[in-house]
């Protein structure tokens, strides 16, 4: 079972605990709670092993800018049979609670995977509405997008928001960790 803390509950846990981050690569470099490892929600089954060896020398939190993809990520570890805690409000909460954001030299400013969607959703839509004055029949496009959005409520998933993962802003900067190299790092880790 997920195990809601708030920020003033997480932040004395945070030396007893491993904090997984499952933000983009891009998304984590721009700020990330002190001490979190990134393992990005697309890449969290590959990462689940070592995860569960990880919750066998102790407990395990989750986090993610506001805690939507923190809550799939929870669902799915605790599918494998591994315990969470999830950050209430996420990154976000930590921030506005005055709480320092670790920033990689060489971190940019990305925005946050849930802002890129609504840009890129709300941008389809747009361009299919302008595209139908001139081509009648493209406003089906932007119903399309309608359409997978409304999907995307329905199922508590988000194409589109892979599809963004995998641009180069939102993928890890040359010379950050890799995803075996956070593997290695998590507490039980085979080294």
């Not at 940019?108 to 709300?122: C, I, K, N, P, S």
């Not at 409520?153 to 890799?178: I, Q, S």
Request: aromatic share 4%.
């Amino acid at each position: 079972m997920t195990t809601p803390l708030t920020v003033e509950q997480l932040h004395p846990r945070l030396d007893r605990l491993t904090l997984v981050d499952v933000r983009s690569p891009g998304e984590y470099a721009a700020g990330h709670v002190p001490g979190a490892l990134n393992i990005p929600l697309d890449q969290l089954d590959r990462a689940l092993p070592a995860l569960r060896r990880a919750a066998g020398h102790g407990e395990i939190a989750v986090v993610c800018a506001s805690g939507q993809r923190a809550g799939t990520a929870c669902t799915r570890l605790e599918a494998a049979g591994v315990a969470t805690y999830i950050l209430t409000g996420g990154t976000n909460a930590w921030s506005a609670a005055g709480r320092p954001l670790d920033r990689p030299a060489g971190g940019r400013a990305v925005w946050a995977m849930d802002r890129q969607v609504r840009l890129a959703a709300g941008s389809l839509v747009l361009a299919g509405l302008l595209a139908d004055l001139a081509l009648p029949g493209a406003r089906w496009f932007s119903a399309t997008i309608g359409a997978g959005l409304a999907l995307s409520a329905l199922t508590n998933t988000c194409a589109m928001g892979k599809a963004l993962a995998r641009l180069p802003h939102n993928r890890p900067r040359p010379g950050a960790p890799t995803l075996d190299d956070t593997l290695t790092a998590l507490p039980g880790a085979a080294r």
